[in-house]
């Protein structure tokens, strides 16, 4: 954005320098919003357990790196083990099923055991705003309230920045955070089958629900496995937003969540 | 662990029930998960933080017996997910992936064809996973068994988190080189003294004394 810009405040004469190019049609709907889209030049980071780029599903991983303890401190390195667990694959393969010319990142931060996973997680997140990915989808969360701080301002450095994050809910009754920021997007399961099926909830913190149920998930070895859970409702969204994305350049997450708000199969605009 | 709390936990020892009344709260909880579902088996891992590994604490059905005390690394497998991710997760159809058929095979002797699985969490902290293997077939899924097992794993991650507490505190007891197990044994000496009136007396008048010295610092 100019720098010139006002920041803080606008004045009555600055007005016109911030009159914004827009040619929103009078209802938005599918065909507009995504209608001939494929995900291209959109890149998606999976913040994960590392991604499997041979899979079929996945077809392709455009980078991958891991985060690892150094000491105490974190680095991050080339990944070269590709995914330890399954779950980043499973998500990116949903990914790459809605949005098939998208870029795909691994930034993996699960897998190495469970002690450290906040700060991994943390590391990985920063990271992957620092490169300016559109999209990075966290089937994850944390309970440790000590990390909610720090992830909250990452959260805003992204909402602000213009990379999209979006989070599973935790569908438990424990306080876990980032996907309880509002400057996440927070995807929970409906229980149909239809991948182009979403829903806008009208009572956040949960806003919007997505497929996550009987999915056939990338596995290791170039298998699947049918699963469910909130973990792959998330990379609809995610997928959703990169083929928005792609056909909208630029808009904002605040212009996306609205795009995917009026575009509900729940609001009027799922044609 | 602060002074304080020491102390807290070394007097809390001679009160506790016993592990083996936590094991059975563990059970019972496993037994009835598995009732509920109409399932093959249902197991509690456990997981131990020094070691970062997931131990099988409780099992019903298949396994039951032999698993007990069974340790896998804390990120692998359908329970390594669950931990990690913090998320859910209903996986079926298990016994068409040949790798997770042989390691369920290798580790449990039982290989399941469905798994629902869900943290165990108490407050921030995630102590394990409660699984759930092989629900009767005619149960299509629907997120209203996924939200019945997580009133499950609340209560498993709160006997968990007591039978943690108890070991922790029999811990400080045990020590012989920790100072603070002399609340524990003193406690245990009263018990099983046949005339704990002069113990009584002995320790009110130790109380008087340490409330004089608290007072003139």
Partial sequence: ?271 | MTKGNSYHEAVATGMLPSEESHRALLQSIVDVARAIFGAKASSIFLLDTATDELVFEAVSGQGEGDLIGMRIPSSTGIAGWVLVTGQPIVVDDLQQDPRFARQAAERTGYVPRALMAVPLVNGENTLGVLQVLDRTKDRAYSIGQIDLLILFANQAAIGLDLLQTARRARAVAEQGDGREAVVARLAALLERSEDDATGLRFLESLESVLGQLAQER
């Fill in chain 1, 1 to 271: 954005m100019n720098e010139d810009l006002p920041a803080w405040s606008l004045t009555a004469e600055a007005v016109d320098d911030i009159a914004i190019a827009s040619n929103w049609p009078e209802r938005v709907d599918r065909q507009w919003a995504f209608g001939g889209a494929t995900g291209k030049g959109v890149d998606v980071c999976i913040l994960d357990s590392g991604v499997d780029g041979d899979h079929p599903l996945v077809n392709g991983v455009d980078s991958a790196v891991a985060v690892v303890f150094d000491g105490d401190e974190t680095r991050i390195v080339p990944d070269e083990e590709g995914d330890v667990v399954g779950h980043g694959s499973a998500c990116a393969g949903i990914v790459r099923a809605l949005a098939p010319e998208c870029r795909l990142h691994s930034v993996r931060v699960l897998g190495s055991g469970n002690t450290g996973t906040g700060d991994l997680i943390l590391a990985g997140l920063e990271y992957a705003i620092e490169q300016g990915y559109n999209v990075v989808n966290m089937s994850l969360s944390t309970t440790k309230r000590r990390f909610a701080e720090s992830l909250h301002e990452l959260a805003d450095d992204a909402y602000f920045q213009g990379t999209v994050l979006v989070a599973s809910a935790h569908n438990m009754p424990v306080e876990s955070y980032p996907w309880r920021f509002s400057s996440v997007i927070s995807v929970g399961s409906h229980e149909g089958t239809d991948s182009w099926e979403w829903y806008a909830n009208p009572a956040p913190p949960v806003e919007f629900f997505a497929r996550g149920v009987d999915i056939d998930v990338a596995w290791f070895g170039g298998s699947t496995l049918c699963c469910t859970g909130n973990s792959f409702a998330a990379p609809h969204i995610v997928g959703l937003s990169a083929l928005v994305l792609s056909k909208h350049p630029g808009l904002t997450p605040f212009q996306l969540k609205s795009v995917l708000y009026l575009t509900a199969s729940n609001t009027g605009g799922s044609t």
